[in-house]
């Protein structure tokens, strides 16, 4: 059996969490609204962009608790638009946000 990485079992340890939200996302304040999430939340650092497929990808750097806490928010259905689903990986941060951008 696989041992979990040292992040998966430290919710405070810093990690990367780069998210594809997929439905109605686009052009409708979806990215606005991730960018205030992420900032009401705290201590994450990122962005959330427009792909030319209709989708926004989001990446969040931080205390894994609180990317988790932004991944349960666009899945949660209480966002603007329509989310039929979310994929999500996970990684070491890169360190190269200086806060959490709309892109």
Known sequence: MKEPAPHENDPSQPVR???WVRGHVQ????????????????ELRGF???????????VAEGPRERC?????????????GRVDGVTEIWDTPR???PDFAIR
């Open 95 to 97: 360190d190269r946000y």
């Open 17 to 19: 969490m780069t998210a």
């Open 68 to 80: 988790e806490r932004l991944l349960e928010w666009a899945r949660a259905g209480d966002t603007p």
């Open 27 to 42: 052009g409708v304040g979806f990215r606005w609204y991730t960018r205030a999430q992420a900032l009401a939340i705290g």
């Open 48 to 58: 959330a962009s427009n792909l030319a497929d209709g989708r926004v990808q989001i």
